[in-house]
Nanobody, 118 residues
Framework: QVQLEESGGGLVRPGGSLRLSCAAS????????MAWYRQAPGSQRAMVAS???????KYADSAKGRFTISFDNAKNTVYLQMNSLKREDAGVYFC????????????WGQGTQVTVSS
């Protein structure tokens, strides 16, 4: 059994910052990659940023230059530092993990709400 525990969401003013964390725990052999997705009301879930265990990262165009994803191998934890937040960054942020637990599996966290409002 594997769990993804997210934290760090909340209410922030436009221009502010938040740091999301997602810790993977349980029977994990290795992690291939982790990512953050955002789902805004009425929209499909879309990738914001991803990172491999070796540190290669990708960003959605909307996140480039403002968000930074990082991965702590020792803690099996992925972080998303979000700066200069805009109203359109609001939504539920989901953590995703592509990992090996006996065999290749994909897991999703339950999501953490990010609200950007003055």
């Amino acid at each position: 059994q594997v769990q993804l525990e997210e934290s760090g969401g909340g209410l922030v003013r436009p221009g502010g910052s938040l740091r999301l964390s997602c810790a993977a725990s349980g029977d994990i052999d290795s992690i291939n990659s982790m990512a953050w997705y955002r789902q805004a009301p009425g929209s499909q879930r879309a990738m914001v940023a991803s990172i491999t265990a070796s540190g290669a990262s990708k960003y959605a165009d909307s996140a480039k230059g403002r968000f930074t994803i990082s991965f702590d191998n020792a803690k099996n934890t992925v972080y998303l530092q979000m700066n200069s937040l805009k109203r359109e960054d609001a939504g539920v942020y989901f953590c995703y993990a592509d990992l090996i637990s006996g065999w290749a599996l994909e897991y999703w966290g339950q999501g953490t709400q990010v609200t950007v409002s003055s």
